[in-house]
């Protein structure tokens, strides 16, 4: 089993920046990827950023530039640094990790409970 968990989120100000941090831990392959999904009201769900853990990264073309993911120093960690913030971003924020990387965009099996991100005009 693994439990996923991220935090980070709160409220901002458009053009604001903010880092969000997801850990998993428990029973963890070595070769996995951590991924940042968001869903706001109303929308489906969508995959915002992944990162495996040999330093490969997939961003959706609607934060390319504006947001970087990365791996932590710590084991099975890793970051999503969210720049130039929009009120389109606004959503909760789920870090979610799968084992392997044979994809970066599917095949997830746990979630952590997710963090709300709210950018205000």
């Given at each position: 089993q693994v439990q996923v968990?991220?935090?980070g989120g709160r409220?901002?100000?458009?053009g604001d920046s903010l880092r969000l941090?997801?850990?998993?831990?428990?029973?963890?392959?070595?070769?996995?990827?951590?991924?940042?999904?968001?869903?706001?009201?109303?929308k489906e769900r969508e995959l915002v950023a992944a990162v495996s853990s040999g330093g490969t990264t997939y961003h959706v073309e609607s934060v390319k530039g504006r947001f970087t993911?990365?791996?932590?120093?710590a084991k099975n960690?890793?970051?999503l640094q969210m720049n130039s913030l929009k009120?389109?971003?606004?959503?909760?924020?789920?870090?979610?990790?799968?084992?392997?990387?044979t994809s970066?965009?599917?095949?997830y099996e746990y979630w952590g409970q997710g963090t709300q991100v709210t950018v205000s005009s």
């Open positions: 968990e991220e935090f409220l901002v100000q458009i941090s997801c850990e998993a831990s428990g029973r963890t392959a070595n070769n996995n990827v951590l991924g940042w999904f968001r869903q706001a009201p109303g993911v990365f791996r932590g120093t960690t890793a970051h009120p389109e971003d606004t959503a909760v924020y789920y870090c979610a990790f799968r084992s392997g990387v970066l965009r599917s095949g």
